[in-house]
T-cell receptor
């Protein structure tokens, strides 16, 4: 079956521009997570959606970062006024119970 | 919050040898401990997980052990093969929730 998909796979942008990253979770999964992976680092939690509950935004590094999940399915992570330190791989995961299934990630490069 | 430490950061073994990766966690309330394998350019993939009600779990050449008292858990890979070469991440969570990851171990298996 289809796994988690993310688009675009790569995004190069200029400092100060806004970017949108998309995640399509596995159908029927109620939970959706965004993580960030910087070079040589582990995965850093950003935001978590569970069903119709208010999202857990405790991992967002600044107010330039926001995310939405429409209709309990597709999610969009938006980064406004991008900075060079935002360069990383952004990973999305979805789950029904314990196991989180990851997408391939979006590699963001801010010049 | 939870903090997960992972060692070693790199591990080189000969094909057929065993590999052991160790992690410690700080939050005694954590009760779910997955291990992920990440190949270059791909998202992490779950290889094995353990919950706090058991001390050991095995799946073919892979095993995980958990010591709740000492708050550490380990991944054991026996009879390593070149295709085991990848970055391995440990993680911890409290139930169905966000994962806190270690910084990863790059495993290199030489033929």
């Amino acid at each position: 079956g289809a796994g988690v998909s993310q688009s675009p796979s790569n995004k190069v942008t200029e400092k100060g521009k806004d970017v949108e990253l998309r995640c399509d979770p596995i159908s029927g999964h109620t939970a959706l997570y965004w993580y960030r992976q910087s070079l040589g680092q582990g995965l850093e939690f950003l935001i978590y959606f569970q069903g119709n509950s208010a999202p857990d935004k405790s991992g967002l590094p600044s107010d330039r970062f926001s995310a939405e999940r429409t209709g309990g399915s597709v999610s969009t992570l938006t980064i406004q006024r991008t900075q060079q330190e935002d360069s990383a791989v952004y990973l999305c995961a979805s789950s029904l119970e314990y196991e989180q299934f990851f997408g391939p990630g979006t590699r963001l490069t801010v010049l | 919050g939870e903090n997960v430490e992972q060692h070693p950061s790199t591990l080189s073994v000969q094909e057929g040898d065993s590999a052991v990766i160790k992690c410690t966690y700080s939050d005694s309330a954590s009760n779910y401990f997955p291990w992920y394998k990440q190949e270059l350019g791909k998202g992490p993939q779950l290889i094995i997980d353990i919950r706090s009600n058991v001390g050991e779990k095995k799946d073919q050449r892979i095993a995980v052990t958990l010591n709740k008292t000492a708050k550490h858990f380990s991944l054991h890979i026996t009879e390593t093969q070149p295709e085991d070469s990848a970055v391995y991440f440990c993680a911890a969570s409290k139930g169905y929730s966000t994962l806190t990851f270690g910084k990863g171990t790059m495993l290199l298996v030489s033929p």
